[in-house]
DNA sequence: CTGATAACGTAAGGTTGCCTGTCGAAATAA
DNA sequence: TTATTTCGACAGGCAACCTTACGTTATCAG
């Protein structure tokens, strides 16, 4: 950092929120308008054969009961399904209906064209910028 | 993205993360325990001269009510002081008290530190990884 | 087998950090 | 002067989390 430069912190937290806006933004465009910022919680932690939410609420770092809102606002909205785990009678599993399907599909394929247009057009310094990223994380995790 | 690897915006969201929990952190280790991320707001937008709350709510990228609030709370735990503004007396200045400084110092000393700490061992990482953050901002700002 | 313990989803209620709408007082423009 | 804008503040609301506490089902130690 030389003097007169922003911090790291607000380089990497601003970026941070135009890209989640832009997640979002595109999401509207696509016609999607009732996506709403908490929901990329379970994009982020649900794969296409379906999870429990008490899963996903671990790999998104929230509590159970935050993701069951979330899971159930998106059932409300037709964009996931909840069934009974026929291996275990206290779980469910949830995965997407086709509706959702087409959503999460929408959101991955404006981040991987995201990512490739950084990497052709940045190319080694993107390389970096993930090290350096993975790296700050790495140091701050407790 | 190579296949497998995190997205680009999981990883600068989490990093985000790691870095804001880092920040709170350190104030409440210094002993600063009063602290609270929405604080942030004003610590990253009130230079030491001071400030009116409407322009600092214009940088931050809130509205003049939510950084009023802010304020009005730091004003309490003996953080920030308000003083007429001599100049327009429908205004008032913003400034740090002298513990109000030392929290800020004591924030600032830290992003410093860690921000010479990855230029040391990251070295030309870390300028490719602040050019690639500034571009991604860039390309998504609306 | 049985009893303790743990894990599942859910309900109820609270906190934080923002928002919109509105206001009176003061500054500025017409 | 009058009209408009800008200042901080008040009231009320909302989204996205949280903690505490259930009842149900699974698992494991004895």
Redo the contacts between chains.
Sequence with gaps: ?RPD?E??????????R??????L?NAHRAGYAEIAPAHNAVF?TLPPEGARSADMAARAGITRQSMGEVVRDMVRLGILEMVPDPSDRRAKIVTYTDYGTKVAQAGLDH??A??????D??G???D??????????E????
Excluded: G, H, Q, W
């Excluded at 911090?7 to 941070?16: E, Y």
């Excluded at 995201?114 to 990497?119: A, G, H, N, S």
């Design positions: 950092m430069d911090p790291f912190i607000a380089l990497v937290d601003k970026t941070a135009v890209m989640r806006n832009d997640m933004a982020a981040i991987v995201l990512d490739r247009k950084l990497r057009e940045l080694d310094d993107y970096a910028a993930r090290r350096v990223l993975a790296r700050v994380r140091m701050l995790t407790p």
